[in-house]
C-alpha cells in the first residue's frame, strides 16, 4: 500500500498533524519507541502560557487556546514572572515585547505578590501577572489526537525507528531498524529532538534543530505547596516552579545541548535547581521525590519549522518547538495541515501568518548538501 503521507514520530507533534490530515489524507504514523509520546511529550512540563516561547509564538498560543478550553485540557492557574529591584528594566522590557500581541500582562505590588506566593523572599519584590495561564492536560491531550486520527483511519506502527529513507518515481521508501518498509508520496518529520537526523537520512540538509536537555524536579516541601500556587517564572530564565499535588515542580530552566537520547536528569543540575529555589523562597525542602529530564529541540531562530523542504517539496517539515509544542499543538498542526493539503485558514488559523515558520528561511544561509 502508498499511504498519502508517511507521519514520523508519534509525540504531540506527529499525532496533532496525523489526525488533523486523516479526514483527507490516508496517513502512515511511525513510531520508534514501544509507546508513542515518550520523549518530550510524556516530559512536558504540563503549562499553557501565552508568553512562553516569545512573541514570535503567541499567535500559535494564543489561536490554540479556545481549542484547548473547548474540550477541557485546561486548568487555570496564573503565572507570575519574579525578579527583584535591580530587574525592573528587564520587567519593563518583557512587557513591552508583547505590546499589541493581545497578552494580558499585569504588574502586582510587593503585597500582592507576597500573597500569591508565600514563603517568597522580600528582596524578590517585582512582578508581572499573567493571568491567562493554566495547566494542560498533557496525557489527555495526545490521546485525544491519537484516538481522533485512529476513527480517521491512521495507521500508527510502534517499534518502527526510521533507518533510510529513499524516493524514486515520486514515491518514498521508509525502512525501518526491523528490516520492515512503508511506502508514502509524501514525508511529514515530526521526530523532534531526530529531525536533522530524519532530514539527513532523506539526503535532505538538516535545518540545525539542536536538542537542549531540561530538568525537572519534584520535591516534598514544608509547609505544604498551595493548590492555587501560580506558576512561578524567573524574569531572567533562572527557575521555575509550580504545585502538584501539595508538592512543587521545580525546574532550573537549563539548557544544555545535547545528542538526540532519552534524555536522564544530572545531579548537578538538580543542584542549581534546588540552590536558585532556596535563594527565592523560604520553604524548607524536605526531599526530592522524583527528578526527569527532557529534549526540547529548537532551530536557530527558536521558531517553529512548518512546510515542505525548499529541495525536496514532498518532504515536510513539522519540527523545532521547543518547550511550546504543547501548547501551540491545535493551532499548529491545523496550520501545517492546511499547508499539506492547500487548503486556505479557517477560524483557528486566520490571522497566523505561516512564512515565519517556513523552512525555506533558513536556505539563504547554507550551502545545498549533495545527494
Same mark, same amino acid.
Request: glycine share 10%.
Given at each position: 500500500?502508498?499511504?498519502?503521507?508517511?507521519?514520523?514520530?508519534?509525540?504531540?507533534?506527529?499525532?496533532?498533524?496525523?489526525?488533523?490530515?486523516?479526514?483527507?489524507?490516508?496517513?502512515?504514523?511511525?513510531?520508534?519507541?514501544?509507546?508513542?509520546?515518550?520523549?518530550?511529550?510524556?516530559?512536558?512540563?504540563?503549562?499553557?502560557?501565552?508568553?512562553?516561547?516569545?512573541?514570535?509564538?503567541?499567535?500559535?498560543?494564543?489561536?490554540?487556546?479556545?481549542?484547548?478550553?473547548?474540550?477541557?485540557?485546561?486548568?487555570?492557574?496564573?503565572?507570575?514572572?519574579?525578579?527583584?529591584?535591580?530587574?525592573?528594566?528587564?520587567?519593563?522590557?518583557?512587557?513591552?515585547?508583547?505590546?499589541?500581541?493581545?497578552?494580558?500582562?499585569?504588574?502586582?505590588?510587593?503585597?500582592?505578590?507576597?500573597?500569591?506566593?508565600?514563603?517568597?523572599?522580600?528582596?524578590?519584590?517585582?512582578?508581572?501577572?499573567?493571568?491567562?495561564?493554566?495547566?494542560?492536560?498533557?496525557?489527555?491531550?495526545?490521546?485525544?489526537?491519537?484516538?481522533?486520527?485512529?476513527?480517521?483511519?491512521?495507521?500508527?506502527?510502534?517499534?518502527?525507528?526510521?533507518?533510510?529513507?529513499?524516493?524514486?518515481?515520486?514515491?518514498?521508501?521508509?525502512?525501518?531498524?526491523?528490516?520492515?518498509?512503508?511506502?508514502? %508520496?509524501?514525508?511529514?518529520?515530526?521526530?523532534?529532538?531526530? /529531525?536533522?537526523?530524519? !532530514? =539527513? $537520512? @532523506? &539526503?535532505?540538509?538538516?535545518? +540545525?534543530?539542536?536538542?537542549?536537555?531540561?530538568?525537572?524536579?519534584?520535591?516534598?516541601?514544608?509547609?505544604?505547596?498551595?493548590?492555587?500556587?501560580?506558576?512561578?517564572?524567573?524574569?531572567?530564565?533562572?527557575?521555575?516552579?509550580?504545585?502538584?499535588?501539595?508538592?512543587?515542580?521545580?525546574?532550573?530552566?537549563?539548557?544544555?545541548?545535547?545528542?538526540?537520547?532519552?534524555?536522564?536528569?544530572?545531579?548537578?543540575?538538580?543542584?542549581?535547581?534546588?540552590?536558585?529555589?532556596?535563594?527565592?523562597?523560604?520553604?524548607?525542602?524536605?526531599?526530592?521525590?522524583?527528578?526527569?529530564?527532557?529534549?526540547?529541540?529548537?532551530?536557530?531562530?527558536?521558531?517553529?519549522?512548518?512546510?515542505?523542504?525548499?529541495?525536496?517539496?514532498?518532504?515536510?517539515?513539522? %519540527?523545532?518547538?521547543?518547550?511550546?509544542?504543547?501548547?501551540? /499543538?491545535?493551532?499548529? !498542526? =491545523? $496550520? @501545517? &495541515?492546511?499547508?499539506?493539503? +492547500?487548503?486556505?485558514?479557517?477560524?483557528?488559523?486566520?490571522?497566523?501568518?505561516?512564512?515565519?515558520?517556513?523552512?525555506?528561511?533558513?536556505?539563504?544561509?547554507?550551502?545545498?548538501?549533495?545527494?
Amino acid at each position: 500500500m502508498i499511504h498519502d503521507l508517511a507521519v514520523i514520530g508519534a509525540g504531540m507533534a506527529g499525532a496533532s498533524l496525523a489526525a488533523e490530515l486523516s479526514p483527507h489524507a490516508s496517513v502512515l504514523l511511525l513510531e520508534a519507541e514501544d509507546a508513542p509520546g515518550y520523549h518530550a511529550t510524556g516530559r512536558s512540563a504540563a503549562f499553557w502560557e501565552e508568553c512562553y516561547g516569545g512573541p514570535g509564538v503567541v499567535p500559535l498560543t494564543r489561536a490554540s487556546g479556545a481549542y484547548l478550553a473547548e474540550h477541557g485540557f485546561l486548568t487555570p492557574r496564573g503565572a507570575l514572572y519574579v525578579g527583584r529591584a535591580e530587574d525592573r528594566a528587564a520587567m519593563d522590557e518583557f512587557r513591552a515585547s508583547y505590546a499589541g500581541t493581545g497578552v494580558s500582562i499585569e504588574r502586582l505590588a510587593p503585597e500582592a505578590l507576597a500573597q500569591r506566593v508565600p514563603h517568597i523572599r522580600p528582596e524578590w519584590s517585582e512582578a508581572l501577572y499573567q493571568p491567562a495561564c493554566a495547566d494542560i492536560d498533557v496525557a489527555g491531550l495526545h490521546q485525544h489526537y491519537l484516538r481522533l486520527g485512529k476513527r480517521h483511519g491512521v495507521e500508527t506502527v510502534t517499534r518502527a525507528r526510521v533507518a533510510g529513507l529513499s524516493r524514486d518515481g515520486g514515491v518514498w521508501t521508509i525502512t525501518t531498524a526491523r528490516g520492515t518498509s512503508f511506502r508514502a %508520496a509524501r514525508i511529514v518529520n515530526a521526530a523532534g529532538a531526530w /529531525a536533522d537526523e530524519v !532530514a =539527513r $537520512l @532523506a &539526503s535532505l540538509r538538516p535545518v +540545525g534543530i539542536t536538542p537542549l536537555r531540561r530538568t525537572v524536579a519534584v520535591l516534598r516541601v514544608a509547609p505544604q505547596a498551595p493548590a492555587d500556587l501560580p506558576l512561578v517564572l524567573d524574569i531572567n530564565g533562572g527557575f521555575y516552579f509550580k504545585p502538584d499535588a501539595g508538592r512543587l515542580w521545580l525546574s532550573p530552566h537549563d539548557e544544555i545541548p545535547s545528542d538526540p537520547c532519552d534524555a536522564a536528569p544530572e545531579e548537578l543540575d538538580v543542584a542549581v535547581a534546588i540552590d536558585r529555589f532556596q535563594q527565592v523562597t523560604n520553604w524548607r525542602i524536605e526531599a526530592v521525590e522524583h527528578r526527569w529530564a527532557g529534549l526540547r529541540s529548537f532551530a536557530p531562530d527558536r521558531m517553529p519549522v512548518y512546510g515542505p523542504d525548499p529541495r525536496e517539496p514532498s518532504f515536510i517539515w513539522f %519540527a523545532g518547538q521547543g518547550g511550546f509544542g504543547i501548547q501551540t /499543538a491545535p493551532a499548529a !498542526a =491545523r $496550520l @501545517a &495541515s492546511q499547508m499539506v493539503l +492547500g487548503q486556505g485558514a479557517d477560524a483557528v488559523t486566520a490571522g497566523i501568518d505561516p512564512a515565519p515558520y517556513a523552512p525555506a528561511r533558513f536556505a539563504a544561509h547554507h550551502e545545498p548538501q549533495s545527494a
